[in-house]
């Protein structure tokens, strides 16, 4: 089973941007709790972070026929992503959006998300426990769809 994480616009500065928010935990703290999690799951793991909405979308496309599902960090595009929206409809394997922070608490233009309908499922504002729990979720469905 291949599975893939996309994190978005700045979530490379996890650890130091807005630590009352998103806690001090840093992405690459993250992704080494992703990656074991994935071996206990039997899954391999391919994690990616780009600032630009552009290159999120070119690595599903790169992936589209090679992985079982995705987990999705959109971050600053979870309002504005319309082409990463589009992206994820166009996966024939299932997407879920993911957010240390639970959106639909904070700022009134940040509680809603263009990503969600195009996705499965949206796990937030657990700190990086969303991340880990999305891939334990997305892990079942890989297996479910593949008949385990």
């Known amino acids: 089973m291949k599975l893939l994480v996309l994190h978005g616009p700045n979530l490379n500065l996890f650890g130091r ?3 009352h928010i998103y806690g001090t935990t840093t992405l690459a703290e993250i992704d080494a709790r992703l990656q074991a999690l994935a071996a206990e799951l039997g899954a391999e793991l391919e994690c990616f972070q ?7 979308i070119d690595k599903l496309h790169e992936r589209i026929d090679t992985v079982q599902g995705a987990l999705v960090n959109p971050a600053g595009l979870t309002q504005h ?5 589009d992206a994820i409809k166009a996966m024939p394997f299932p997407v879920l959006e993911v957010h240390m922070s639970n959106i639909a608490a904070r700022e009134a ?40």
């Open 17 to 19: 941007r807005e630590p």
């Open 50 to 56: 780009s600032n630009h909405e552009g290159a999120l």
């Open 81 to 85: 992503g319309v082409p990463l929206h």
């Open 109 to 148: 233009w940040r509680a809603h998300s263009i990503i969600s309908p195009a996705v499965r499922g949206t796990i937030q504002g657990l700190g990086w426990r969303s991340y880990t729990a999305g891939l334990r979720v997305l892990a079942d469905w890989a297996r479910e769809a593949n008949g385990g």
